[in-house]
């Protein structure tokens, strides 16, 4: 089992979860609108899931029903080249980046 990012992250990319994590698995380039935990690397110690200010970091089995569609965004995210990962989440990743615009946590550099 790993820890999962959902959909509140997208536009937000809060690093908080990335400054507690003992493993370093939690990542996402510059170009990324979220975060991602790599589930062949996080050890399930669920030290990000307090930091995280928008409340989208969940144990696998512990994801709610309307976010279930992002657990293999963040498997496939580290098993898919880019431009296929582009091709099959683009689209719902800028959805949910759209939906999140007005968040008091959406980070403005994002949105440029």
Known sequence: MAYIIVDPCVGVKDASCVAVCPVDCIIATDADP????????????????????VNAIFAEDDVPADQKQWTPVNYEYFTLDKGAFQAKYGAMIEAAKEKNRDSEHASAALYA
Do not use: R, T
Not at 39 to 53: F, K, T
């Open 34 to 53: 979220m975060m991602f935990i790599n589930p062949s690397e996080c050890i399930d110690c669920g030290a990000c899931v307090p930091e995280c200010p």
